[in-house]
Structure formats: structure tokens, C-alpha cells
């Protein structure tokens, strides 16, 4: 099995679940759908340099090739952003949760079959 | 370099030291906070006059910010079109920031100016960078700013759309770095002018992943743009924040206009292979639906808030139609009409702050209440903005309707642009006279209660009737103003001007 085959479907597992966390009706399970969903894009971006192995991303005296350090810069920016983004869900969801009473994204109370879910 | 060369950073360096300085002085000394933040706004009407007057001259600027050359460097670039843009948020952001401290609605919350500030931060920057990485970084400090001043306010039925307005932004922001991702690995490069320069050299191996990228990133812009069928956190979101607020937020889709506009005919023009001119069989669907959900929705409308929510809809719908037939006249009409829609769109916002303002528990419903303080003056004022919004003579939205239909006569698909422009008019037309005489025509049920609030001072009248002034000098120098727009579309349909001004200028 090769690297690159690894890192994509690690990728595509990320996504799937992401997709189906964020199509959930709470706002829990949607925050925790955002969260893979940055995961599976980071890795994404982190990829986009190609996938090397043991080479240096900035210059050095005995390496002969390097690899790609913008997308790494890329993928830093990415996270800090979506760090705060999900920070900023998790407390808009505590606090509507709090104000109407419900975790629902539709913001509507309970209903008989999420009970259980 | 000379001091006018830096002058094109200042609409991103002005506000980026005002918010802050705002923030702090807020707490102890309101009044000069105020006099900081009402600077702040002017200095940076006054950068965007110098900076249109610049662009007369028809050359492309570039700035290499850190002085680092062009494909490795961030650049801002200044053309005409970010000039025209950058005007057009300067003197809407005057107009809402005077609106929100007449009326005090920036004291019912700590961060009103602060934000304000930074919101026009991201709305600056995404209109003269040069980069598609630092255009994903203003998006998102515009966008941050925009959850915070959409909940400016709270209330659980603004937390509630709130949540759904954030999601669907980070979705929206995932799938811009997706699309980046692409075009990086393709292409190794996010200078918007280098990209111009590689995607056209591609391979016939790396097409469909050219395709895909072209295609993610214009959909991204669209949901930016409030594009149907990615129109759905539009009308909730507007209609359940401040209507000042969503006054400024009558510019932010256009921000997803202005960069669909800037990026395809540059990236995805006539030489990107397979990627060629790739979102423009979605567009004209995407428009036409737009325009037509969005005037339905100004007709079937409970209250003025939503109904504005739905006019912003109908005019990016309006304005996506001759944004896809990607000629030069037409785009030339679609900036006319874009340029007027951002202000009606922002001027009925206002005036249905004004109206709420003065009918008390009536608030915005489109129900009849008996008379109140102001009534006439009000009713006139949204008479004349429904003129415009909805683009009947004499005023500018109906100058700019004339001028898409003239221009896009004879392209393909014609027959579709003019029947949903002529049917949409006239559902608006229907739309607003029936919400305007619910409103301040037909009397109240007998037993009805008096309205609650009493408000007497007019102040609150300067911001709309500003906005309006502003379109019927759009009206009165349509000429001079259309003759503005086509120079600008011809430099916009001009992308190896682009690509020589910006890859040119590397020192």
C-alpha cells in the first residue's frame, strides 16, 4: 500500500463522516461534523506539495532536494481559522441551547423521534 | 515610491487600526471612541475618492505588500473596478455608521464599532488583493465580523439563525480551500495574475482537475453571492438581524459578485482549456431563479425586514444574468445595476428600521395599524425605495434594468434574460404596492390597540434619505456613470493588462 493511497482514504473517511456528522440535526454532532471536516481539509492541503518523505521544507546545507513549505504555511493559517471559527460555534450553540431551550439546529423543540437518538 | 503609492493600502490599514482603537476607547470615553470611529470612516471615504480618482487614468496598480516581488509576495491590486468598489463601500459604510449612532442602535452592545471596522477590513481587502489565499483571508475576517454584528443585538431567534449562518459559511469556507488546494497543486502558484499565466500552459493530463477547481471555487463565490439553489441562509439570516446591519450586508453578496467577476474572465477566461468560462452555463439558471424566488419573496413577505431579505435576492439574481453571458456590454450594464442595488437594497433596510422604530408592537409585520407619528413621511420614504429597488422610472434601478436588457439583446439565451427581467418587475411592482398599502393605507381593525411608541425627532431620516440622494445622482449622471462602467468592464474583459501590470511591476 503506498502513502499516497493511505493519506487519501484517510481523507476520504474524515469527509464521509464529516458529511454525515453535519447533516445531523443537533448542534453538537454538526460542530463535531465542522471539526472532521477541517481535519479532512487540512490533510488535504497538506498534501497538495506532493507527499515526500525525509526531505527538509526549508533550505539546508545537506539536503539535495526539499520539499514544498507553502502549503504548510497554508494548512497553519487554515487551522488557526477554523480553530476559532469552531470555538465560536460551540459557544453560539451553548448559548442558543441556553436561550430557547432546545439543541436543535432549526432552533424547534424536541421531537418524538430524536428522543432516543 | 511615493506617498500616493501607499495610499492604495490605506482602505485595509485605516480600518485595521480604528477597530481596536475603538474597542479600547469605548469603554471609558464614548465620545471620542465615536469621534474615532466616524474618522475612521471618513479617512477611508476620502482614501477611496483619491484612490478612484487614480484609476481615471486606466492603469492597473499593484502593490507588493513587504515589498516582496509579485508571484512570491502578496500583492493588492488597484484597477478600476476595485476602485469603483471600494467607493461604493466607503459611502455605503458612511451612510450605515451615521444610521446605527443616530438611532443608538450601536449601544445595544459593547462591539458595534469595533466590528463595524473590522467588517470593512474584510470588504476592502477582498476588493483589491491580488492573491487568492489573502482573498480567502479577508473573506474570512469579514465573515468573522459578520457573525459578530449579526448577532448584534441577541435575542433567541437571532442565535438561532446565527448558528445556521455560521455553518453554512465554514462549509463554504472549507470548500474555498478545497478549491485552493487544487489550483496550488495544479498550478503552484496563488497569484491570481501567475495563475492567469499556468492554468492557461496546463496539460491535457491535469483538465479535469482544472475543471473541478474552476468549478468549486465559482461555487463558492456563488454561495457567497447568494446564488440559487445556495441562497437558503439568505432570507432568515437578513431578516432576523438589526436591519443596520443587514443595511452593510446588502454589500456582501456582491463581494461574491465582485469576485466571481474578478476571477473568471482572469483565471477562467478563453484560454483555461477545458476550465474555459466554466461557471457560465450555471449562472444564467442560477440568476433567473434568483430573480425570480427573490421577487416572489417580496411579494409573499410577512414583514419589511424579510421582504428587503428577499429584494437583495432579486437583485443579485437581476445582476447574475448578464454577469454570465461574460461580454463586455453586458457586464458594463451588470455594474451599473450592481453599483445602485447595493445602495436600495441598504436604503430599504434603513427605511424599514425607520418604520419599526416608530410603529411599536406593530414593529415590521405588513399588517394595518392605526395611525402613528411620522406616518407620511415614512410612507413616502419607502414609496420612492420601492421605486428603486423594485427598478421602475424615474430613479436608477430602472435606468440600470434598461441598460442589462439593452445590452444583452441578441445574446444567447436572450429571450429567457428579458422575460424573467419584464415578469420579475412586475411581481415586484405587485409585491410592494401590496405591502405598502397594508402598511400605511388601509385602516386598522376598530378594536385595535394604539401603537405603543411615540417618536417625534426626524433624525433617523438623514441616513435613508442619503442613500436615496445617492440614487437619484446616480440617475441624473447615469451617462457619465455608464460610460464609468464600460471602461471598467472592458479593463475587467482585458486579463493580459492584469497579468502585465502585476507580474510586470516584479522588482
Not at chain 1, 19 to 48: C, D, E, K, M, P
Not at chain 1, 91 to 115: P, Y
Not at chain 2, 425 to 448: D, E, H, I, M, Q
Request: contains cysteine.
Amino acid at each position: 500500500m503506498s502513502l499516497e493511497f493511505l493519506v487519501a482514504s484517510a481523507i476520504a473517511t474524515l469527509m464521509a463522516g464529516s458529511i454525515y456528522l453535519s447533516l445531523r440535526g443537533r448542534t453538537f454532532q454538526v460542530v463535531l461534523g465542522l471539526t472532521l471536516l477541517s481535519y479532512a481539509i487540512n490533510l488535504f492541503l497538506f498534501a497538495v506539495g506532493r507527499l515526500v518523505v525525509d526531505r527538509p521544507p526549508l533550505w539546508s546545507k545537506e539536503a539535495t532536494a526539499h520539499a514544498d513549505p507553502l502549503p504548510q504555511a497554508l494548512v497553519l493559517t487554515a487551522i488557526v481559522i477554523t480553530f476559532g471559527m469552531t470555538a465560536l460555534t460551540v459557544i453560539l450553540s451553548l448559548r442558543s441551547f441556553l436561550e430557547s431551550g432546545s439543541d436543535q439546529v432549526d432552533g424547534r423543540v424536541e421531537r418524538d423521534g430524536d428522543s432516543a437518538a | 515610491m511615493s506617498m500616493s503609492d501607499h495610499l492604495m493600502i490605506a482602505p485595509v490599514v485605516v480600518p485595521a487600526i480604528v477597530a481596536p482603537v475603538a474597542m479600547l476607547l469605548m469603554r471609558r470615553r464614548r465620545d471620542v471612541g465615536l469621534l474615532v470611529s466616524l474618522g475612521g470612516c471618513v479617512a477611508m471615504l476620502a482614501a477611496a475618492i483619491a484612490l478612484f480618482g487614480m484609476a481615471q487614468d486606466d492603469a492597473i496598480r499593484s502593490y507588493a505588500l513587504g515589498a516582496w516581488p509579485a508571484p512570491f509576495g502578496i500583492v493588492l491590486v488597484l484597477d478600476r473596478l476595485s476602485a469603483t468598489m471600494l467607493l461604493v463601500a466607503a459611502l455605503l459604510a458612511m451612510a450605515v455608521l451615521a444610521h446605527a449612532i443616530v438611532t443608538g442602535a450601536d449601544r445595544k452592545g459593547w462591539h458595534f464599532h469595533p466590528l463595524f471596522h473590522f467588517q470593512l477590513l474584510g470588504i476592502n481587502g477582498a476588493f483589491l488583493t491580488g492573491d487568492l489565499f489573502n482573498l480567502f483571508v479577508f473573506f474570512e475576517v469579514l465573515l468573522i465580523a459578520s457573525y459578530g454584528l449579526m448577532l448584534h443585538g441577541q435575542g433567541a431567534l437571532r442565535l438561532k439563525t446565527g448558528i445556521a449562518y455560521v455553518v453554512v459559511n465554514i462549509v463554504g469556507s472549507a470548500l474555498f480551500l478545497l478549491a485552493l488546494g487544487l489550483l496550488y497543486g495544479l498550478t503552484a502558484t496563488l497569484n491570481m495574475a501567475d495563475l492567469a499565466v499556468r492554468v492557461a500552459a496546463l496539460g491535457p493530463g491535469d483538465q479535469g482537475l482544472l475543471r473541478i477547481a474552476g468549478l468549486l471555487l465559482t461555487s463558492v463565490f456563488a454561495l457567497k453571492a447568494a446564488a440559487v439553489p445556495l441562497h437558503l441562509w439568505l432570507p432568515r439570516t437578513y431578516a432576523a438581524t438589526m436591519p443596520v446591519v443587514a443595511a452593510l450586508f446588502a454589500i456582501m453578496t456582491k463581494v461574491g459578485v465582485y469576485a466571481l467577476i474578478r476571477t473568471v474572465p482572469l483565471i477562467f477566461g478563453a484560454s483555461a482549456g477545458a476550465a474555459a468560462w466554466v461557471p457560465a452555463p450555471w449562472l444564467l439558471p442560477a440568476g433567473i431563479m434568483g430573480a425570480v424566488i427573490g421577487f416572489v419573496g417580496v411579494l409573499v413577505a410577512r414583514g419589511m425586514r424579510e421582504q428587503a431579505a428577499f429584494a437583495v435576492l432579486a437583485s443579485t439574481g437581476t445582476l447574475l444574468m448578464p454577469v454570465s453571458l461574460w461580454r463586455e456590454g453586458a457586464l458594463a450594464a451588470a455594474l451599473y445595476y450592481m453599483v445602485q442595488a447595493i445602495f436600495a437594497g441598504a436604503a430599504l433596510f434603513l427605511v424599514a428600521d425607520v418604520t419599526m422604530r416608530r410603529r411599536g408592537q406593530y414593529a415590521d409585520a405588513t399588517v394595518p395599524s392605526p395611525r402613528f407619528a411620522g406616518q407620511d413621511a415614512v410612507a413616502m420614504a419607502y414609496l420612492v425605495t420601492a421605486i428603486a429597488v423594485v427598478g421602475l422610472p424615474p430613479l436608477a434601478g430602472f435606468v440600470g434594468k434598461l441598460l442589462i436588457l439593452d445590452a444583452s439583446f441578441a445574446a444567447p439565451g436572450w429571450p429567457a434574460i428579458w422575460a424573467t427581467i419584464l415578469c420579475t418587475t412586475l411581481v415586484g411592482v405587485v409585491g410592494f404596492s401590496r405591502s405598502g398599502s397594508s402598511l400605511f393605507w388601509k385602516p386598522a381593525a376598530p378594536n385595535a390597540d394604539p401603537v405603543a411608541a411615540v417618536l417625534r425627532r426626524r433624525t433617523d431620516f438623514v441616513a435613508p434619505v442619503a442613500l436615496l440622494a445617492l440614487l437619484a445622482a446616480l440617475t441624473i449622471a447615469a451617462g457619465w456613470v455608464a460610460a464609468q462602467t464600460r471602461v471598467t468592464a472592458a479593463q475587467v474583459m482585458a486579463p493580459q493588462r492584469y497579468v502585465a501590470a502585476v507580474l510586470g511591476s516584479a522588482r
